[in-house]
């Protein structure tokens, strides 16, 4: 089982970055799909979620209107689109799957990706 992020990287405030994270390794479209981030000093916190058919997603208040997550069950990936970046979402994003139903006990995280809003 694999989960790969990447697009992290230095962005000014006020700028947009894309994450990918490429699943394999296990049944994609059985499990749901998040993203969650931790700073410095601080807890992981969920930003966003993705039901494994693409049909409900649910954000972090922080982020709601600035985030978008999506997925491509086709190409085993998940994406966060991230506008109106804010020097207070610099953190390691994770990617995280859950499985549902029978699979609901297997959950899966990558090893992160640094994003860092800095002018």
């Known amino acids: 089982v694999q989960l790969v992020e990447s697009g992290g990287g230095l962005v000014q405030p006020g700028g947009s970055l894309r994450l990918s994270c490429a699943a394999s390794?296990?049944?994609?479209?059985?499990?749901?799909m998040s993203w969650y981030r931790q700073a410095p000093g601080k807890e992981r916190e969920l930003v966003a979620g993705i039901t494994n058919t693409g049909s409900s997603t649910n954000y972090a208040d922080s982020v709601k209107g600035r985030f978008t997550i999506s997925r491509d069950n086709r190409e085993n990936t998940v994406y966060l689109e991230m506008n109106g970046l804010k020097p207070e979402d610099t953190a390691v994003y994770y990617c995280?799957?859950?499985?549902?139903?029978?699979?609901?006990?297997?959950?899966?995280w990558g090893k992160g990706t640094l994003v860092t809003v800095s002018s």
């Open positions: 995280n799957a859950k499985g549902k139903g029978t699979l609901s006990a297997l959950t899966y």
């Open positions: 390794g296990f049944p994609f479209r059985w499990y749901d």
